[in-house]
């Protein structure tokens, strides 16, 4: 796979990020705000949708030996901590 092309995934990783991170404040105010187990569930859910574009970014760039159902599992502290990783090292999929 070209360096071109490795960069362009690992730049949609860091723009995913940082849009998980665009609407952290968001979800911290409307975790503080919980009442009912109805707004448990929505705010989980919007955990998850906020975290999943993440993961789908993680997957594009690592696929080669991840599979999605492991980086469903992935953090975004884990994920964060690759990008910045891969970005001090390059992405090497050898």
Not at 14 to 36: F, K, P
Not at 43 to 63: I, K, N
Request: glycine content about 4%; hydrophobic content about 45%; overall charge negative.
């Amino acid at each position: 796979m070209s360096d071109i092309f490795e960069t362009a995934k690992l730049q949609a990783l860091i723009d995913a990020i940082v849009a998980y991170d665009e609407g952290a404040q968001e979800r911290a105010d409307a975790m503080e705000a919980l009442h009912t187990n109805e707004d448990v569930r929505a705010w989980q859910e919007s955990v998850r949708a906020a975290l999943e574009p993440v993961q789908d970014a993680f997957h594009d760039l690592t696929s080669a030996f991840n599979s999605l159902s492991a980086c469903r599992c992935a953090t975004i502290g884990f994920m964060r901590r690759c990008a910045e990783r891969f970005c001090e090292e390059g992405v090497d999929h050898d």
